[in-house]
Nanobody, 127 residues
Framework: QVQLVESGGGLVQPGGSLRLSCAAS????????IGWFRQAPGKEREAISC????????YYRDSVKGRFTISRDKTTSTVYLQMNSLKPEDTAVYYC????????????????????WGQGTQVTVSS
């Protein structure tokens, strides 16, 4: 069984921080690409950040550069998204996904590249 489980979402005030986790089971994340996406109600899904376990490269959407950091723990097959200086426009459901054949992040913004998706975790930034 292959499963991705997101956690760490919640309600936070503007300027606050959250750390999202994506735990993988039933599959190794070695030599794969893991992506974080988000989707607000009535809006299209957008790629936030990606990381390659193969070459170590990362990608960040312009709107989160300097605020979000993606990382991975190879031992626990977990990928993290540290989110700082959160803004109301960051409010969305956040999803992680894995491309088991991925090697680099050059095409990680395309959701069609991913094999498995988590169920999502809600992030709400509000006063």
């Amino acid at each position: 069984q292959v499963q991705l489980v997101e956690s760490g979402g919640g309600l936070v005030q503007p300027g606050g921080s959250l750390r999202l986790s994506c735990a993988a089971s039933g599959v190794t994340l070695d030599y794969s690409v893991i992506g974080w996406f988000r989707q607000a109600p009535g809006k299209e899904r957008e790629a936030i950040s990606c990381i390659s376990s193969t070459d170590g490269t990362t990608y960040y959407r312009d709107s989160v550069k300097g605020r979000f950091t993606i990382s991975r723990d190879k031992t626990t097959s977990t990928v993290y998204l540290q989110m700082n200086s959160l803004k109301p426009e960051d409010t969305a459901v956040y999803y992680c996904a894995t491309d088991l054949n991925g090697r680099s992040t050059w095409r990680c913004r395309n959701p069609k590249e991913y094999d498995y998706w988590g169920q999502g975790t809600q992030v709400t930034v509000s006063s």
